[in-house]
């Protein structure tokens, strides 16, 4: 009689099944670790990022000291942190105010119209569309007329373009009451035409300002100086930060009303934060360099094409600003000083930007 062994072990089958199982168990650890790498690299690829605008910054304030007409050994010499012969200081007293002033300036606008195309669901908003900018100069202008503040006080200058920012936003938000904030921009043209209308009536009262007032009007960088920037730099690197800081806020708003209410948030409420923010920002760069235009129009959709926000659009604006400025400092060697006042810089950022304006405008 033949014996049947007895089987003490799983069936085939089932050590088939137990090890697909294990096998599965095993990819998804792997799985989790592939996940947990990627994480570890996003640091990484945040600070090539930093590095990358670090490196940008360095070269276009490098490219702008050069073409200032000085020669490459005074600004080189400055690098040792004192400016002891007669060229290192014209550099370090006018070229790096010059420099800093388009730097901050342009941020300040790219950070600004970031935060109004977000918060108005419009890619053409802009400070210089939404009467903003130019209340700020009337503020300016007419705080100057009415001798409320020396011509030199850069204190003076910053809360005349705060107090006439607020009104040119005020005027255009009146305008737009009860209306779909995407469409404040076309009221925004009409606030801003309105402020223009009343900044050339003042220019008509005193015409002797006529020539004082041309800066504001077109928007320069040059004659800044470390006075200017005392205050000024403090007041746009805050208002950068605060517009970071309300990174969510904006990214809330930006769907629109229906959706940040089902968040729980105010839409009005968040949007008056937002415009107080990029009115604080546009009055920063008023005071400091004037109706310089078409910045922060362009930084915003650059920085967004890059996958950047807030910050990328500082950076991106600055940039731009500093270069635009770089070209008007060659043009103004290229008129071998015809004119008294060079080529102003907002004369470059408006040719450059009137035609990224009509690009956007046929897209829409």
Known sequence: MTRTPRTTGPAPGARTARLGADTARLGARTAGLGGRAAGLG??????????????LLVVIAAVHLLVSGQPIGAVAGLLDGAADGQAEKIVWELGVPRLLTALL??????????VL????????????????????VLGILGGLTLGLFPAD?????????????????????????????????????????LLAGLTTMLLAYQPSRFGNALRWLIGSVEGRVWEHLAFASWWIAGGIALAWACSGLLAVLTPGDDHAASLGLHP????????????????????????IAFVGLVAPHVARRLGGRVLTAAVVGAVALAGADSLAQLAGHLLNGTHRLGVPTGVITALAGSAVLIRLGRSQ
């Not at 300036?105 to 970031?114: E, F």
């Open 42 to 55: 996003m640091p990484t690829a945040g600070i090539g990022r930093v590095a990358t605008a670090a490196a």
């Open 105 to 114: 300036t342009g941020a300040a606008l790219g950070v600004s119209g970031y």
């Open 117 to 136: 195309q977000a918060t108005l669901r419009n890619s053409l908003a802009a400070p210089e569309f939404s009467g903003v900018n130019p209340g700020a």
């Open 153 to 193: 006080s850069a204190a003076g200058a910053l809360l005349a373009a705060l107090a006439g920012g607020a009104l040119g936003g005020g005027v255009t938000w009146l305008l737009s009451a009860g209306r779909d904030p995407a469409n404040l921009v076309v009221h925004g043209l009409l606030g801003s035409a």
């Open 268 to 291: 009005g409420l968040g949007r008056a934060i937002a415009l107080a923010v990029a009115i604080a920002l546009t009055a920063g760069a008023a005071a400091l360099a004037g109706a």
